[in-house]
């Protein structure tokens, strides 16, 4: 990194926090802090769609997966392209007639609307835990990308990018993540799509260059096993139709149009993203056979092949990607515990300007325990895919019925919530311990198998 890459650098970090205090500024309420008003536009509900999904793993993952595997790197990506279409078409519009009907802030106040307050518990729970998962997955892939910019170690570099992305999330709120995204989507695409994709031509030579130059395993779609790739790409699907930050899109916009609207906007922006992906990593194949740190490949070609000042933005793109994933995780975990749990259940009569200073101290806790993760996890898709996973299994089915069907009791969505719950996490640490046999299934299917075995048998019983 010269001097003026290093200058770009901190010029961005500086623009986004800077970004943070102007949102606290401008916040009036809670609503501004957690739903940006309810004003927001289609081509900025995109923004936010994109910013959210587009993150560590579809960028610096995604990357690393082809350069590993192959073209088969690319189901991440077009999983989530795929969920936004899904979402668009058959929930968006629904989930913001009813939000802004019953003034719905977050996923659990749905959840609680549609069944009973210990379910809306358990759906809190359920996304406090996958939203940290999310943001840790971010915080990973960040500090991987300024380790090897600057040189500093793993933590030390973990410890800048979170505080940044902690400090104006914590402070400026949705407001500061909307304002952010904008910023962050246009240098992701100028970066990745209009600057990379071209550099990686003028190293690695076109489409029929690298083809040869790669095994034809690379081609694969395939490689990383059908299995893993049904797994990966039905929990990502379904964690559309769960996530917290998917309802509160929804409810920020400003009709039910603009909701449906964004999500499609932002399916179709993600096309050339996931290409630009492959792209650089099979560039990567062909310049670094050896291998090496798989992990830090993507940020290793932009310092060994971009020119100065071009260098700088591509990794402050990829850096952006990233950080606008962790910073709506942090605030839907913060918007979790503020409203989910503690107006909830603890201080039902908590003042407005109460509630914003609680939700800033709630927005730094979450970031810290997502560092912590961070810390201890550094695989980026394992650690996002836990998530999904945990978000998907529980959470699916009484969604969806609670959308289409309402005829579901509560004591159905909530036990098949806790039981689908604890049978993932017990299945991951069997798996983690080395149990084998029946244990090398991925979590997800015999989590959704319990959740759709209980809600559907206590229905029927009910009935």
């Known amino acids: 990194m010269g001097v003026v890459d290093t200058v770009i650098l901190f010029a961005y970090l500086a623009l986004m926090v800077a970004l943070g205090f102007y949102a606290q500024r401008r916040q009036k309420d809670v609503e501004d802090y957690y739903v940006a008003g309810r004003r927001l536009g289609p081509l900025t509900i995109a923004c936010l769609w994109i910013a959210a999904w587009i993150g560590g793993a579809a960028v610096v993952g ?14 991440y ?43 809306r518990i358990a759906a809190t729970a359920t996304t406090v835990l996958a939203f ?11 500090a991987a990308i300024l380790q090897v910019m600057l040189g500093w170690d793993y933590e030390f570099s973990l410890l800048v990018a979170g505080a ?4 104006y999330t914590a402070v400026g709120g949705y407001l500061a993540v909307t304002y952010t995204d904008w910023v962050q989507v246009a240098l992701l695409l100028f970066g990745v799509v209009v600057v990379g994709i071209p550099v990686a031509m003028s190293q690695a030579g076109g489409w029929g260059d690298m083809r040869a130059a790669l095994p034809d395993s690379y081609y694969d779609l395939g490689a990383q096993g059908w299995g893993r790739i049904a797994a990966l790409v039905v929990s990502m699907v379904l964690a559309f139709f769960v996530g917290m930050d998917s309802f509160s899109r929804s409810f920020a916009a400003r009709d039910a149009k603009s909701a449906r609207s964004g999500a499609l906007i932002a399916a179709v922006l993600i096309v050339p993203l996931a290409i630009a992906a492959v792209w650089l990593g099979l560039a990567c194949a062909v310049l670094y056979p050896q291998g090496g740190d798989t992990a830090s490949i993507l940020t290793t070609f932009v310092l060994d092949t971009f020119p100065t000042g071009l260098k700088g933005l591509m990794l402050i793109a990829v850096l952006s990607a990233i950080m606008s994933t962790a910073d ?15 107006q909830r259940f ?18 730094a806790a979450f970031g810290l325990l997502a560092m912590l993760l961070a810390w201890k996890m550094r695989d980026i898709i394992d650690i996002l895919q836990l998530g999904f996973t945990i978000n998907a299994a529980g959470l699916f089915l009484p969604t969806v019925l609670a959308l289409y069907s309402g005829r579901v009791p509560a004591a159905a969505a909530f036990w098949s919530t806790v039981a689908s719950l604890a049978t993932v996490i017990g299945w991951r640490i069997a798996a983690d311990a080395g149990a ?12 959704l198998a319990v959740s759709a075995l209980l809600i559907f048998g206590l229905t029927a019983v009910r009935a």
């Open 436 to 447: 084998g046999g029946i244990f090398a299934l991925d979590p997800l299917w015999p989590g």
């Open 328 to 342: 709506i995780c942090i605030l839907t975990a913060s918007a979790n515990y503020t409203r989910d749990i503690h």
């Open 77 to 119: 990506v077009l999983a989530q392209a795929t969920g936004c279409v899904l979402f668009g078409l058959f929930v968006a519009e629904r989930v913001k007639n009813l939000g802004d009907r019953h003034r719905h802030l977050t996923y659990p106040d749905f959840i609680e609307h549609s069944y009973d307050s210990r379910t």
């Open 132 to 142: 940290t998962a999310y943001a840790a997955g971010q915080f990973a892939a960040s």
């Open 164 to 167: 940044i992305v902690i400090l």
């Open 62 to 75: 995604t990357t690393t997966r082809v350069y590993q595997y192959g073209v088969t790197g690319i189901w």
């Open 346 to 363: 603890i201080r039902p009569d908590l003042p407005p300007r109460a509630m914003l200073r609680l939700g800033t101290i709630a927005s």
